[in-house]
């Protein structure tokens, strides 16, 4: 495995790669790796031959008043797990690279960047799609693949995708879970003892969600109410937002067919945790 560092040099080992006819998958990255990190690497080397993890904590995604500076950070460690994985490269640019003073030119999705996360984090989606957009440009990827867990960064990477006409194929791989369900996310490292405890209602809540469509109940607000009550049957639970959208437009939906699934944010002291499930998979 090689670290690089420098856009120049991505480039160039990768271009030899391609004239090799080899295909190149992507797995963007903020680091402190987890085993959700790992298995999109199984994904991408399932549908590539070389394989590049980009690790940056991108700023522009964070708000004045988010966690920036505190987001966890381990290179070393991240480097040992993403070589036991079978990583070819890391990516692990300065910001100065990805940023050079002085920086003006972002990628905004319009509408889909406004809702869910976008809410209550006006400023995050155009930090995210503005840094995949740079790491496209810069690795030229056959294949990227997303986690499931960030299903709005997800569907938003795809509109940009489409709308941009890159030549790359997006894979959106499943959610992996903490054993009592919790959603694996670097930032559960943040979570105090008894916060930790109880985020697993999270999950619980919509597995009860997915229940209740399989017995027959399609409204959608009945079904979002009922997500909230089982969430805040636990005390610490602080609710940013439980909605149920289209998996394409990300618009909100009153009745449940196929391609609606539900999205919550819920705060557990000053860490914000986020999951979604399907409640009727689309047929494409």
């Known amino acids: 495995m090689q670290i690089l560092t420098k856009i120049d040099e991505v480039r160039r080992e990768l271009d030899k790669a391609c004239q090799n006819g080899k295909k190149i998958g992507l797995v963007p990255t903020m680091g402190y790796l987890h085993e959700g990190h790992l298995s999109l690497v199984d994904t991408a080397r399932q549908n590539a031959d070389v394989v590049v993890m980009s690790i940056?904590?991108?700023?522009?995604?964070?708000?004045?008043?988010?966690?920036?500076?505190?987001?966890?950070?381990?290179?070393?460690?991240?480097?040992?797990?993403?070589?036991?994985?079978?990583?070819?490269?890391?990516?692990?640019?300065?910001?100065?690279?990805?940023?050079?003073?002085?920086?003006?030119?972002?990628i905004v999705t319009e509408q889909m960047a406004k809702v869910l996360c976008g809410v209550s984090r006006p400023i995050h989606f155009r930090g995210v799609t503005t840094i995949v957009a740079k790491l496209f440009n810069i690795i030229q990827?056959?294949?990227?693949?997303?986690?499931?867990?960030?299903?709005?960064?997800?569907?938003?990477i795809r509109q940009m995708v489409r709308d941009l006409n890159f030549p790359i194929n997006i894979i959106v791989a499943p959610i992996v879970r903490e054993p009592d369900g919790l959603a694996m996310s670097s930032r559960n490292v943040y979570l105090a003892p008894e916060e930790r405890q109880q985020a697993p209602v999270i999950h619980r809540a919509l597995v009860e969600a997915v229940r209740a469509v399989a017995q027959g109940q399609t409204n959608a607000g009945e079904i979002a109410e009922q997500i909230r009550r089982t969430i805040l049957t636990t005390p610490l639970a602080r609710i940013d937002y439980v909605e149920i959208v289209d998996d394409r437009t990300l618009l909100p939906v009153k009745i449940v067919a196929p391609g609606t699934f539900v999205a919550v944010a819920v705060y557990y002291g000053k860490t914000r945790l986020i999951d979604n499930i399907s409640l009727k998979e689309r047929e494409f």
Not at 65 to 73: G, Q, V
Not at 142 to 156: L, M, P
């Open 56 to 106: 940056f904590v991108n700023p522009t995604q964070f708000g004045p008043n988010e966690d920036l500076a505190r987001y966890p950070r381990d290179f070393a460690r991240d480097e040992k797990l993403a070589r036991e994985r079978g990583v070819d490269y890391i990516f692990y640019p300065e910001v100065a690279a990805m940023y050079p003073e002085p920086y003006f030119t972002y």
């Open 141 to 156: 990827p056959d294949v990227a693949v997303f986690g499931q867990k960030d299903a709005q960064q997800a569907i938003i």
